[in-house]
């Protein structure tokens, strides 16, 4: 048995082969596996993400994540002796002022500069954060701006578990992805097409988005033994008025509110906890959902398989209950699913294998 207020990040450890880490994604985006967990009974169930309509009813309401992976990992050399860096952009502080990492870090002192693209960019530091990080201030070339540039000579902040080289930069991108501002894909949603979204809507089922834009404190490990010690990462959200509607009807109804991936949900209790409803609006989180944790709005969610230890298998544990959830990575990994970003699925509902 569980003990939530001494629960070690090592209760929610299980061994993973390196070979069931997906390197690639799978072509078509909705061809991965999806395992069906029943919320309150354990039972796991096994279909493809392509007959997701199967799983779900008129009335139900989804709720994506719109948010656009910048390609901020960009290349450069230092304006004075040439000399290679990188930088990854972590979250914009002001209008030319973001945030980064950067390697090698001894380069980049305050004052020094550096330029990238053979000059479309060019970035000074201006602080060196506590932590290591570095606040940066950019100069575009006169023909573009810093996110044109950042298309143009950018490339995806892939995670660190996918060596091999990304061919398309969409495919780290949902085909809804909107708002820009990412640091990582929500990944449950790189499932969808286009065509799988309008077959959606035309069963009754409807569609709502929120914003949050995934930071790089997703891939941060927990270090702390005990899983109340951790403390998480912010993130910048925002949820609309058509979307606060929508949930509010939903729930009023009888139907089912389905967040498409731990982002969204993150949004939606993050919102509920700080505001007892849901409401319009927007603001930063640092909600830690784990083991013992009340949902107020989620019914449903579609999820990826999360790293071991991760406050994510945290958060699906939360939702669906910790031997549940254990259990179905054990009956994942049997079964050869493929685990992380570009891997394959999980909805969890009640009911979730009742076609």
């Known amino acids: 048995m569980l003990d939530i207020n001494d629960m070690k990040k090592s209760d929610f450890y299980y061994d993973l082969p390196q070979e069931l880490i997906a390197q690639t994604p799978i072509e078509p985006r909705n061809a991965s596996r999806m395992l069906c967990l029943d919320r309150y009974t354990g039972e796991v169930g096994h279909d493809h993400f392509y007959n997701l309509c199967d799983h779900l009813r008129k009335g ?31 979250e914009q502080r002001g209008n030319l002022e973001w945030e980064i990492l950067c390697r090698p870090g001894k380069k980049a002192r305050v004052g020094r500069r550096f330029v990238f693209g053979g000059g479309l960019l060019r970035a000074e530091i201006t602080e060196v954060l506590e932590d290591g990080n570095r606040i940066a201030r950019f100069e575009c070339d006169d023909s573009t701006n810093l996110f044109a540039a950042l298309d143009e000579i950018g490339q995806m902040p892939l995670p660190p578990y996918i060596t091999e080289k990304l061919k398309d930069k969409e495919r780290y991108q949902t085909v809804y992805s909107n708002e820009i501002g990412s640091s990582a894909a929500p990944t449950a949603g790189l499932h969808f097409t286009k065509e799988q979204l309008a077959d959606i809507e035309a069963m009754g089922v409807n569609i709502a988005y929120v914003t949050l834009h995934v930071g790089l404190g997703t891939f941060r490990p927990v270090k702390e033994d005990r899983v109340l010690d951790h403390k ?113 699925s999980m909805f969890i509902a009640p009911d979730a294998n009742k076609k």
């Open 60 to 90: 139900d309401l989804l709720v994506l994540n719109d948010s656009r992976v910048l390609p901020a990992r960009i290349y450069g050399e230092t304006e004075d002796t040439h000399s290679f860096i990188e930088f990854l952009l972590v």
């Open 232 to 344: 998480m990462h912010r993130e910048h959200y925002e949820l609309p008025a058509r979307t606060a509607e929508l949930i509010n009807k939903t729930k009023s109804e009888g139907g089912r509110v389905i967040a498409v991936g731990t982002t969204s949900c993150r949004t939606l209790e993050s919102v509920a906890a700080l505001y007892g409803d849901i409401r319009p609006c927007d603001g930063f989180t640092e909600i830690f959902i784990y083991p013992g944790f009340e949902f107020k709005v989620l019914d449903g969610l579609i999820t990826n398989f999360h790293l071991p230890e991760s406050t994510l298998i945290m958060l699906v544990s939360a939702f669906a209950g910790y031997d549940n959830t254990m259990n179905a990575y054990k009956i994942a990994v049997e079964e050869k699913y493929r685990f992380f970003s570009f891997g394959d």
